[in-house]
Structure formats: structure tokens, C-alpha cells
């Protein structure tokens, strides 16, 4: 399967690029985003691409934004990515990228859990509680909770890591009605979510979304949407608490980072065998097969 790693726009300005997706302007009032075949662990961007991962990503994006759009507005508009750049470039952004709204992004992560896992777990064991969100004790690995919770993270700049905080950090940088409304939301978001995956045998332990807004303060979700880089997907099949389940998103590839003890989780990044990376892509478009049914073809 062919990959892209970073594109080669030249008919738009560039106006960044992230850990996985390279923007660029349309316009003043929208943006080309392409989803790339970059990979990042520990906020760490791989060397090496994963084929195909980008378009994954992207169809994934889409088809929760459409069987969420009831819930809240996204920043799709519709508009063919080939349309807007040359014809030698159609190829860069088929099946891998959107016109999306030029927004105001708001630069904090809203992170809802519905299992206990990953950094959260860490907290709990530390203090009994995430992003101050205290949870009953005796709770193990992977564990249901009785409801999700909502726990906010700090945006940081590209390479550093993103930073939990509380609900009323969250309030102090952007206010209390957004952060509510944004909360409400999230929550919203996940339970819809969550009850869907579960009939197609995937358990959504968490997930994080990012929002931004208009000219007029509306607000709209937008990047990605549940995808398998925005979450933690497990089998359901084969999921038990007391242990990290196996899943269907990037966890391979941090746990296979893990066993590394010479890499401190800082760039550069080591470098990847061929079996993690083939088993990493696989698990990518089993995720998108479960989820929609659909089978990605080269």
C-alpha cells in the first residue's frame, strides 16, 4: 500500500504542519487539511509512515462526523479536496483530505473516559483520582466506569507533552460557559459513539476531541473525530479489566516502545521494525472495517 508522509502542496499556502496533518489555506475563510501516514507515540513523531494510515484516518474523521452531526456542528464544508489544488496534486489529497472551515481553535482537549486506562490509570494509582476527578477506590486496570468523566488536557506545542488539568483550569483559560458547553458535549459525543461501536464489537474506552469557533462564536467540532489516533479502541471479545486490553489503534507501537529502555520518549525516535509497522497498519483498517464496514483498497 502507497503512503504519504508529508505533502508537497504548492497551489496553497502552507500554514503548518502537525504531528499527522499538514494544513494548508484556502482562501481566507477555509483550510486544506491532509491527513498523513505520520505516526506519533509519546508525542513523538515517528520516522517512519504507517501505508495508508492517512486515509484511514480521514474516512474514519467523516463518517463520525456525519452520524454525529445532530449532536453538534463539524467543520466540514463539502467542498472536493481536489478541486482546490492543482490536477499534479489530486493525488496527495485522494482519500486523505478535507475542505474544512477556518476556525478559532480553543487549546484545550476535551478527553472523556470511559474506562480506567493509560495516563488516567497512572493518576489513580498515584492519588485516587484524574484530573481531579475523584473516582472509588479498588478500581483495576481497564475497569468500566460507572459513568464517563471528562478530563480536560492543556494543549502543548509540537513535540511537548500535552498536560491534564482540572475542570476548573479548564474553566479559568476559556470560561465557564464554553468549558460547560464543550463538556456537555463531549459527553454527549462519547455515549453516542460508544453505544454504536459496541454493536459493531468495539469498546471506545476514551477519546478526546477538539473545538473551535467562528467569526460569531459558534462553535463547531473539528481535526478529527474519533478516530484511532484520537482513541483507545478494544475488541470487545476479548477485553478484560486487570490488564491493558489489546486494541485497535497505536497502543501496538507504544507498547512495543515501551520495551525499549535506552529511548527516553524524546525525539529523535527510534526507529521501527517492518513487523510493527505492518501489524500497526493492519490493525488501523481492521478498525475501519469493524466500525463502517468498509474495506480500504490501494
Given at each position: 500500500?502507497?503512503?504519504?508522509?508529508?505533502?508537497?502542496?504548492?497551489?496553497?499556502?502552507?500554514?503548518?504542519?502537525?504531528?499527522?496533518?499538514?494544513?494548508?489555506?484556502?482562501?481566507?475563510?477555509?483550510?486544506?487539511?491532509?491527513?498523513?501516514?505520520?505516526?506519533?507515540?509519546?508525542?513523538?513523531?515517528?520516522?517512519?509512515?504507517?501505508?495508508?494510515?492517512?486515509?484511514?484516518?480521514?474516512?474514519?474523521?467523516?463518517?463520525?462526523?456525519?452520524?454525529?452531526?445532530?449532536?453538534?456542528?463539524?467543520?466540514?464544508?463539502?467542498?472536493?479536496?481536489?478541486?482546490?489544488?492543482?490536477?499534479?496534486?489530486?493525488?496527495?489529497?485522494?482519500?486523505?483530505?478535507?475542505?474544512?472551515?477556518?476556525?478559532?481553535?480553543?487549546?484545550?482537549?476535551?478527553?472523556?473516559?470511559?474506562?480506567?486506562?493509560?495516563?488516567?490509570?497512572?493518576?489513580?494509582?498515584?492519588?485516587?483520582?484524574?484530573?481531579?476527578?475523584?473516582?472509588?477506590?479498588?478500581?483495576?486496570?481497564?475497569?468500566?466506569?460507572?459513568?464517563?468523566?471528562?478530563?480536560?488536557?492543556?494543549?502543548?506545542?509540537?513535540?511537548?507533552?500535552?498536560?491534564?488539568?482540572?475542570?476548573?483550569?479548564?474553566?479559568?483559560?476559556?470560561?465557564?460557559?464554553?468549558?460547560?458547553?464543550?463538556?456537555?458535549?463531549?459527553?454527549?459525543?462519547?455515549?453516542?459513539?460508544?453505544?454504536?461501536?459496541?454493536?459493531?464489537?468495539?469498546?471506545?474506552?476514551?477519546?478526546?476531541?477538539?473545538?473551535?469557533?467562528?467569526?460569531?462564536?459558534?462553535?463547531?467540532?473539528?481535526?478529527?473525530?474519533?478516530?484511532?489516533?484520537?482513541?483507545?479502541?478494544?475488541?470487545?471479545?476479548?477485553?478484560?479489566?486487570?490488564?491493558?486490553?489489546?486494541?485497535?489503534?497505536?497502543?501496538?507501537?507504544?507498547?512495543?516502545?515501551?520495551?525499549?529502555?535506552?529511548?527516553?520518549?524524546?525525539?529523535?525516535?527510534?526507529?521501527?521494525?517492518?513487523?510493527?509497522?505492518?501489524?500497526t497498519g493492519a490493525k488501523y483498517r481492521e478498525a475501519l472495517t469493524r466500525l463502517t464496514g468498509e474495506n480500504l483498497k490501494d
Amino acid at each position: 500500500m502507497t503512503s504519504l508522509y508529508q505533502s508537497t502542496i504548492t497551489s496553497l499556502p502552507l500554514l503548518g504542519r502537525g504531528k499527522v496533518r499538514d494544513n494548508y489555506a484556502v482562501g481566507d475563510d477555509k483550510i486544506l487539511i491532509v491527513t498523513t501516514d505520520r505516526l506519533s507515540a509519546f508525542d513523538v513523531v515517528m520516522n517512519e509512515p504507517i501505508p495508508g494510515k492517512g486515509r484511514v484516518l480521514n474516512r474514519m474523521s467523516d463518517f463520525w462526523f456525519e452520524k454525529l452531526a445532530g449532536i453538534v456542528p463539524n467543520h466540514l464544508t463539502g467542498i472536493a479536496p481536489e478541486t482546490v489544488v492543482s490536477a499534479n496534486e489530486a493525488a496527495q489529497v485522494k482519500e486523505r483530505a478535507v475542505v474544512a472551515k477556518r476556525l478559532t481553535p480553543i487549546l484545550v482537549e476535551a478527553v472523556v473516559r470511559g474506562y480506567i486506562i493509560g495516563s488516567g490509570w497512572k493518576d489513580y494509582q498515584a492519588g485516587g483520582a484524574i484530573c481531579g476527578v475523584a473516582l472509588p477506590k479498588g478500581l483495576r486496570q481497564a475497569d468500566k466506569l460507572a459513568e464517563p468523566i471528562f478530563t480536560p488536557a492543556a494543549k502543548a506545542e509540537m513535540g511537548e507533552h500535552d498536560e491534564n488539568i482540572s475542570f476548573a483550569e479548564m474553566e479559568n483559560r476559556i470560561g465557564k460557559e464554553l468549558a460547560g458547553k464543550i463538556r456537555d458535549i463531549s459527553i454527549r459525543l462519547y455515549k453516542a459513539a460508544a453505544d454504536y461501536a459496541a454493536t459493531r464489537g468495539i469498546i471506545i474506552a476514551d477519546t478526546k476531541f477538539e473545538f473551535g469557533l467562528d467569526e460569531q462564536g459558534a462553535l463547531y467540532l473539528m481535526d478529527e473525530v474519533l478516530t484511532a489516533d484520537s482513541s483507545r479502541f478494544w475488541p470487545a471479545d476479548s477485553y478484560a479489566p486487570g490488564m491493558s486490553p489489546p486494541s485497535f489503534d497505536k497502543q501496538f507501537i507504544r507498547d512495543y516502545l515501551e520495551t525499549l529502555t535506552d529511548w527516553k520518549k524524546t525525539a529523535p525516535a527510534p526507529a521501527l521494525p517492518v513487523d510493527v509497522i505492518e501489524k500497526t497498519g493492519a490493525k488501523y483498517r481492521e478498525a475501519l472495517t469493524r466500525l463502517t464496514g468498509e474495506n480500504l483498497k490501494d
